[in-house]
């Protein structure tokens, strides 16, 4: 069975950091392009970044280029997402998800909380 496991999310101040972890099992990650979504409470779930199954490239969305950095490690089968500088805007439940094809998993989220 195929799960993908997202922590790492939480309360932080503006400004501060947090890192995201998606944890794959039941699937061999080196073979699934990756994605971090989020979405906003009344808002459509948005792409935040993605890399590919090897990691050699990624792309991020406007808003949080520069900010946010995306990498893999196919070995413990796990992806991150480095979010600094966050701002009251990437509040949101960030999801992960493995895609190949047809094959398309997601995980169940985890809430980021930028508030003072």
């Known amino acids: 069975q195929v799960q993908l496991a997202e922590s790492g999310g939480g309360l932080v101040q503006p400004g501060g950091s947090l890192r995201l972890s998606c944890a794959a099992s039941g699937l061999t990650l080196s073979r699934y392009a990756m994605n971090w979504h989020r979405q906003a409470p009344g808002k459509k779930r948005e792409l935040v970044a993605a890399?590919?199954?090897?990691?050699?490239?990624?792309i991020y969305a406007d808003s949080v280029k520069g900010r946010f950095t995306m990498s893999r490690d196919n070995v413990e089968n796990t992806v991150y997402l480095q979010m600094n500088n966050l701002k009251p805007e990437d509040t949101a439940v960030y999801f992960c998800?493995?895609?190949?094809?047809?094959?398309?998993?997601w995980g169940q989220g985890t809430q980021v909380t930028v508030s003072s």
């Open positions: 998800q493995a895609v190949n094809g047809l094959d398309n998993y």
């Open positions: 890399i590919t199954r090897a990691g050699d490239n990624s």
